[in-house]
């Protein structure tokens, strides 16, 4: 009887522990990161009778929870990878927006400056027609700050972020180094905590959504968390952290330092998967570019519309104001250049740019041993050609740069140190980085837009023949007599006082030579040249030109001016000579005193829409490698718009990666209620049948006791 009665006991002591562990499957249906759990039996040792081997009951040996680590990982790296990609992408979309906006896109405004600038041009003297180019290159402007407003907010915003993550994953790592210590004393008696095991295994997958993890399990059922490019964020029951600090050069643009005992590392380029590694993604891959990008067109608009402006000469005939305010203020200048936190000297730097169209859409690093300088541009890790000269008097540091390539490339900039460094500082170089929030304009009187040209032609009216000549189109070069003559070079202002001095010059047409001849003997202060090749010498006055009559003629030379003071302009100058001139017949090349109607300059600046001036390749020759304006603008707006594209195609992809793995996860882990309630009614009927057992053992034991009475 007592073998029956303990065989139903066990069964009753088994079916109340399966009811017990069915009913907290189903309390913790919705528990995150649960498991579900049944029980594993075995029957206990047979004894032996004459008869053979008699079962003795039941016996339960362990609570097992359903799991697999393999599906455990592939969910913990489709979260972190899930994560990264929405904190992408609900940036980038933003910037997206921003740029491609007929609202706050750059495109919509540059159209209607230009054409104002092209309605202006057609009648120079309407000062109605001015003042719109006026208004629309303020509007330019204020489009160009608002851009750079909104980027800027937009790194404000993961800055705070950044703050935010980092709060999160240290109180969850926190977390799983105190589950690893309670892990670690409760599975010394061999049967795991399963609750503690599935608590920790979701602390683990929500620290995944914030940062990338690599997991690592112990002896001990521990485990140990590593990030970046091997940091233990946790090592046993120990959490190191991670801190949001201001970067070291630029104290806009947060870093990620990781926090050991007494070391502090800069993690912020290691850092991949979660919410933390799309924020760092965003901003390398796409935020500084951006900014950069639409830097260098703000410059380059600023640069070449002022320059161009310069060119020409306003409705009294001075030269040309500009529009806009000067790239190279000293403000402006000394806020290019960033010197890290930890350099040992104080000294400070001016960058200058010194031409637009030569700028690389890059921030560069610039470190200096003690006795050599080295640069490297950021977008893209190339090295630079650093020369540096020193001031003997001042003291101060001047230095350019230049690609690797042959010959070396000029990078648009140079840069004045304010002393020598010490050995081991380090300096930020932003040429590009603030040129959207600088640009203003400045001009607020249209009659002060240079729209005339400054040299004007004309034929005598007493001439004999049909010849005609044109209108001369210059460009200014050097000031220094004594250089090279650079056709590339084009310097920002007209010199009024040495313009001037062309005066009434006299061509006159030799039907004996079939020249046209220049003046004999020369103004004072100008001389005629003939324009060289690029870098070679000045070349020697020359007389005239040899003209094919009946045909159109193409006159270009160069002229030399010194207006006595020791100012010296040189101009190149083009102009057409076309029909049949007869002999004596006189045309004249003077300054545009009165040039009210004329709109040369006007023209030129409204066709500065469609000239590649931006990203010059200034190695190759005669083929253009730049952009215009709207072209470099389009192709920020395009690459932007195309990672915008990939990005919800990855945010697609990466949910369904994730869903799948959850699925998976559950399948095999999580709670099915239907099953549960299956299992309620399968062991409330073990549970009876065993209380059966221990029922019919009372009986028999109560019938025995019956014969002895």
Known sequence: MADLLNIGLSGLSAAKTNLSVTGHNITNVNTPGYSRQDTVQQTRPAQFSGAGYIGSGTSLVDIRRSYSEFLTTQLRSSTALNADVKAYKSQIDQLDSLLAGSITGITPSLQSFFSAMQTAAEDPSNIPARQLVLAEAEGLTRRFNNIYDSINAQNEFINKQMQSVTGQVNRLAGTVAELNKAIAGVGANSHPPNDLLDARDEAVRELATFIGVTVVPQDNNSLNLFIGSGQPLVVGGQANSIEAVQGNADPTRFDINFISGGSTQNISKMITGGEMGGLLRFREE???????????????????????????????????????????APKLMGLRVLGMQDNVSDVSGQLRIDNTQLLHASDYRLEYDGSNYTAYRLSDGAQMNVSATTDPITGKVSLSFADMASPPRDQGFSLTLSAEPNSGDKFLLQPTRRGATDIAAVLDQADQLAFAAGLRSEAYLQNKGTGSIGQPDINMVISNPASPLDNNFVADELNLDALKLIDD??????????????????????????????????????????????????????????????????????????????????????????????????????????????????NVKDIATGMSFTDDYGNTIERVGTLTAQARQDDIATGAVLQQATDNRDSLSGVNLDEEAANLIKFEQYYNASAQIIQVARSLFDTLISTFR
């Open 286 to 328: 796409v935020l500084d570019q951006t900014i950069n990008n639409v830097g260098r067109l703000a410059l380059a608009i600023n640069d070449e519309i002022n320059r161009q402006l310069g060119q020409g000469l306003d409705l009294k005939g001075n030269v040309g104001a500009a529009l806009f305010n000067d790239i190279n």
């Open 505 to 618: 010059l006299e061509l006159t047409y030799n039907s004996n030579t079939g020249r046209l001849e220049f003046p004999s003997p020369m103004v004072p202060g100008v001389t005629f040249t003939e324009v060289p090749e690029e870098g070679a010498n000045l070349p020697s006055t020359i007389t005239g030109y040899e003209i094919t009559p009946g045909q159109t003629n193409t006159l270009n030379f160069a002229i030399q001016v010194d207006d006595g003071n020791g100012n010296f302009q040189n101009y190149t100058v083009s102009l057409s000579f076309s029909g049949r001139p007869e002999n004596g017949d006189k045309f004249t090349i003077s300054f545009n005193q009165h040039g009210v109607s004329d709109n040369r300059n006007a023209l030129k600046l409204a066709d500065l829409q469609n000239q590649q001036v931006v990203g010059v390749d200034a």
